[in-house]
């Protein structure tokens, strides 16, 4: 791992002790399938039809999983440099029954057989934690097998630029929507740097890595609000969040 990597896997130990914590309110979301949210349900209702194995990258607190094997999946192997994350996260779809199993390791780089993925899932805070965006796609393109799919629902790479102002949106006069980095101040922060993308570089990397784009649609709610906060910015003027569904051919 490069510095930065480091850095960032150490702030996220300390902020999954939150997940460990929290442990009998995730297991209840987990059984619920509550994290899987009606828009990916819907985007991915074709895909998950087939009963896909799926690759879960970056997995964190794995609530999500369950909700994809209740949806259709047939597998579910989460991927997550947290050791904490993927072992709370084992221990949920353990006590639950579910088919998922949890792999430490840095990305990209996955330590999987190439081919072994009908779906690659991803996003929810995920993106902005991966260093190279041309080796992200082109991992989870090794990764499909012919006529798998990856699916990210992710912040709007605009969104870190809004203020959580109730009032009124308003932009944070400290960031830059074509900076390339910035340090994290809400979760996990620890002073975690995330990278900052602009939209067109992600969907361009997914294009160069050999994908087919087969959906792509911003939206104005965010995934995930901070507890006790409501920010103008999320009520449905500004950006939030987008869903990107590709193919390999």
Partial sequence: M??????NRDAWEAASEKHVREYPELLAEAAAGTSLTPLERDLLRDVLRDAPDVVHWQSGHGADDIGLLQ???RSVIGLDYSAVAAGAAQRRAT???????YVVAALPGAPLASGCADLVYTGKGALIWMPDLNEWAADITRLLRPDG???????HPAAPLWTWDADEPRIRPDRSYFAPSHVNDSF???????????????VTAVITAGLQLLHL???????????????????GR??????LLARRP
Avoid: I, K
């Fill in 2 to 7: 490069d510095t930065t990597t480091r850095s």
């Fill in 71 to 73: 949806a259709g999946a």
């Fill in 95 to 101: 006590e639950l029954g579910a088919d998922c199993r």
């Fill in 149 to 155: 799919h990856l699916f990210l629902y992710e912040e």
């Fill in 188 to 202: 996990p922060a620890g002073g975690a740097v995330q990278w900052q993308r602009t939209l067109a570089e992600v």
């Fill in 217 to 235: 649609a911003e939206h104005p709610a965010p995934f995930w609000r901070m507890g006790g906060v409501d920010a103008a910015a999320w009520h």
């Fill in 238 to 243: 500004l950006p939030n969040a987008f869903t």
